[in-house]
């Protein structure tokens, strides 16, 4: 994940110090590590924001950031949407994030839950489904896919008998069910650890998982973040904003590939960039100036919005 980067100046130096806040070898995680030593969320959460930022380093140093261009994360990803608007430094977002996996991950082993991705059927109908058999629509991702949440055995029974309208269900290997009231105690645990982050107004429109809606207030979108470990993503309105913000063309930051499917299923006049490796690079280039040609309104319920290019 991280070894291409690393060849990369400043990357070294800005991974240690991601380390530290972190309490975690990001370096070692990110290069050399094998599958069963990240797969703990206590370990991918923090390395997964720390690679997004470091991309998201190089990018701007190489290309620059178009100003003005919205920003995104999903789930754990909003900690790093939110460094890139400003809210709050590399280095917290990174420590935040350790924070976040760790209590989560307490949360999952003292009640065995896990997630299933329900694929097809309409949005309504499947989870009013999933909550008659006691699951949350913990991720509604638009494209046709919901991942459900809850105990290990409704979601066997999910998988044995579809709701209607759903092509299948494909089980998750995760370590419990994110983004639900399983999810308590972490949310009480981060929302202490948030009490000594001082934040910053957002520089560019910052999208919130919990609706999709612009958040104007660094403090405001802290809160949200906490709010959301038991809360559902609703990445179906995040995206469905992008497009009303007139936005033409998607970035993807490493480790990527996921949401840019999503993006083409829900979004198909939308082009879009998944950046794996710094022989992405010169694509970006060319991909941000096709695509960031005019800065979007500071108030993005401002009727001219729908107007300007992107």
């Known amino acids: 994940m991280l070894a291409p980067w690393l060849e990369l100046p400043s990357v070294a130096e800005s991974i240690a110090a991601m380390s530290d806040a972190a309490d975690l070898d990001l370096k070692d ?22 690679a997004s930022l470091l991309v998201a380093a190089v990018l ?3 290309i620059g ?19 890139i608007a400003g809210v709050m430094d590399p280095v917290t977002a990174v420590g935040l994030a350790a924070r976040r996996g760790r209590a989560m991950a307490e949360c999952c082993r003292t009640t065995p839950t896990s997630m299933a991705a329900v694929l097809g059927g309409e949005t309504d109908e499947v ?8 699951l949350v629509g913990a991720n509604v ?34 370590a419990g069910a994110f983004h639900t009231s399983y999810m308590a105690a972490a949310e009480t645990d981060l929302a202490s650890a948030v009490n000594s982050v001082i934040t910053a107004e957002p520089t560019r429109p910052l999208l919130t998982n919990a609706d999709g809606s612009v958040v104007a207030s660094g403090a405001a979108y802290l809160g949200l973040l906490v709010r959301q470990l038991t809360r559902p993503v609703r990445w179906d309105l995040c995206m469905a904003q992008l497009a009303a913000l007139g936005v033409s063309g998607t970035v993807e930051l490493a480790p990527a590939g996921t949401l840019t499917g999503l993006v083409k299923r829900a979004l198909p006049d939308v082009a879009t960039l998944a950046i794996k490796s710094p022989d992405d690079l010169d694509r970006a280039r060319e991909f941000i100036a096709d695509h960031a040609t005019t800065q979007l309104p500071d108030d993005p319920s401002d009727d001219r919005t729908d107007r300007r290019t992107r």
């Not at 590590?33 to 390395?47: C, E, S």
């Not at 950031?65 to 460094?83: D, N, R």
């Not at 989870?127 to 006691?134: C, D, K, T, Y």
């Not at 105990?151 to 092509?167: F, I, M, R, Y």
Request: glycine letters at 14%; proline letters at 8%; zero cysteines.
């Open 60 to 62: 701007d140093a190489a």
């Open 29 to 50: 995680l990110g290069t050399s590590a094998g599958a069963d030593d990240i797969k703990d969320t206590a370990v991918t959460q923090p390395l997964v924001v720390a």
């Open 127 to 134: 989870l009013a489904a999933l909550e008659a058999r006691g």
């Open 65 to 83: 950031l178009p100003e003005g261009a919205p920003t995104a994360g999903h789930s754990v990803g909003e900690l790093a949407a939110a460094a």
């Open 141 to 174: 991702n638009g494209g046709g896919q919901i991942v459900a949440a809850g105990p290990v055995e409704a979601l066997t029974a999910l998988k044995d008998d579809p709701p209607g309208g759903a092509s299948r269900v494909i089980p998750l290997s995760v």
